[in-house]
């Protein structure tokens, strides 16, 4: 399966600053990323479709001026929170979609945000 | 709407066997997956069902029915390891995955 990293693994920020996390496809071309939140003991939510090189479409509810997106190559997607607040404290995974038959996503190992 | 359903929680003995059942509900179908996440970690990939029946992988086997809009996972001679939540998800016809909220695995020795 793709190899998908994230930077940081965890990051404690102050409310009102921003934030971003890096989604790399390691070992092959993704045009397709997605980004996902998950609360404690919740499944994951998907935030948006990040598409390579067009804006990323973005889930009901989710705000696309506070979540940036960029997904400027073939490799890399962005997630910045803006003035972020303690209720965005959250684990943010990415994955990546795969080229075959089975459509099957491989996930980054996550991001945990702590904004205190 | 689309939904999934899954148990929140389950119980196993070490050595054992259990399944971990999912029904589902969605706008067209490509396809049924079964995730791994440890708690904190990022998920990993179990399996894959999109024609009926069931599919063998090592300990591990997953099933599905699409007319009745079911699927489950079964998990063999159950080690520690195992201890974690297993998440299915169903693909509509946008090719989206549609997320259940994750079935506990307790594994007890």
């Known amino acids: 399966g793709a190899v998908v990293s994230q930077h940081p693994s965890r990051v404690i920020c102050k409310s009102g600053t921003s934030v971003k996390i890096e989604c790399r496809s390691l070992?092959?071309?993704?045009?397709?990323m997605f980004w996902y939140r998950q609360f404690p003991k919740q499944s994951l939510m998907l935030m948006a479709t990040?598409?390579?090189?067009?804006?990323?479409?973005?889930e009901q509810g989710v705000e696309k001026d506070k979540f940036l997106i960029n997904h400027a190559s073939l490799t890399l997607s962005t997630l910045t929170v803006t003035s972020a607040h303690p209720e965005d404290s959250s684990f943010y995974i990415c994955s990546t979609r795969g080229t075959g038959f089975s459509y099957e996503q491989y996930f980054g190992p996550g991001t945990r945000l702590t904004v205190t | 709407g689309q939904n999934i359903d899954q148990p929140t929680e389950m119980t196993a003995t070490e050595g054992a066997i259990v399944q971990i059942n999912c029904t589902y509900q969605?706008?067209?179908?490509?396809?049924l997956f079964w995730y791994q996440q440890h708690a904190g970690e990022a998920p990993t990939f179990l399996s894959y069902?999109?024609l009926d029946g069931l599919e063998e992988k090592g300990r591990f086997s997953s099933f599905l029915s699409r007319s009745k809009g079911y699927s489950y996972l079964l998990l063999k001679e159950l080690q520690m390891k195992d201890s974690a939540s297993y998440l299915c998800?169903?693909?509509?016809?946008?090719?989206?995955?549609?997320w259940g909220a994750g079935t506990k695995l307790i594994i007890k020795p």
């Open positions: 969605t706008s067209g179908f490509n396809g």
């Open positions: 070992d092959f071309q993704a045009t397709t």
């Open positions: 069902n999109v």
């Open positions: 998800a169903a693909m509509d016809s946008n090719y989206q995955l549609i």
């Open positions: 990040s598409n390579e090189g067009s804006k990323a479409t973005y």
